[in-house]
């Protein structure tokens, strides 16, 4: 099992905080060979936690999680369990809430093959379903498509540019997909052209 987050919000002392109660979780599904990684979501997995944060955890599964699976972890940490959803097909998500002490923690839990079908409609098919790209977002996606209307045009070029270099790198990395002319294409320039002097 992995697990992975976005900055780790070390000037944020609720983002700091509520990562560590996100380690502890992550121990409580430690050992679990069906469970192959475990992401740290929402704004404490971006690092901008607040003190109305919650922690999402999202699990990525080699086969569909029983119900030891979703309810072992929550007695580990001592927390109760409110709600536990059945599956949604569209969503291709199971999902549960549980409380520790005064937190609440949601867990939306998928089959790792089911991400890597997120990533080749998005990647393959130019899948815009919102669903499909919550699990292949750069950090502080929001923050960075805001920031790009808000700078002055030469500016936001030079951010759109390096957020579509970030986009292709983690479609490489997350899945099979050759982009390799995608990305030989984005590195290219225009050649500057001045105008054609008059004949003389």
Excluded at 58 to 66: A, E, G, K, L, S
Excluded at 165 to 184: C, K, N, P, Q
Aim: hydrophobic share 45%.
């Amino acid at each position: 099992m992995r697990l992975s987050g976005g900055e780790s919000g070390a000037g944020n002392i609720h983002a700091a905080w509520l990562m560590a109660v996100a380690m502890r979780a992550a121990e409580a599904y430690a050992g679990n060979r069906n469970l192959t990684a475990l992401a740290v979501a929402g704004s404490v997995g971006a690092g901008l936690a607040d003190r109305f944060s919650d922690l999402e955890l999202d699990c990525y599964w080699v086969r569909p999680p029983t119900v030891t699976d979703h309810v072992a972890p929550v007695h580990a940490l001592g927390g109760e369990l409110p709600a536990l959803w059945d599956y949604d097909e569209y969503e291709k998500e199971w999902s549960e809430e549980y409380r520790v002490g005064e937190l609440d923690i949601t867990v939306s839990n998928f089959l790792a093959s089911a991400v890597e079908q997120f990533l080749d409609d998005v990647v393959l098919r130019a899948s815009t379903d919102p669903v499909r790209h919550m699990r292949l977002a750069p950090e502080r996606l929001a923050e960075r498509l805001a920031s790009m209307s808000a700078d002055r045009p030469g500016e936001a070029l030079q951010a759109a540019e390096a957020l579509l270099a970030e986009i292709v790198t983690l479609a490489e990395a997350h899945s099979d997909a050759d982009i390799g002319a995608f990305r030989m294409a984005l590195s290219e320039r225009r050649r500057p052209i001045d105008p054609a002097l008059p004949d003389t």
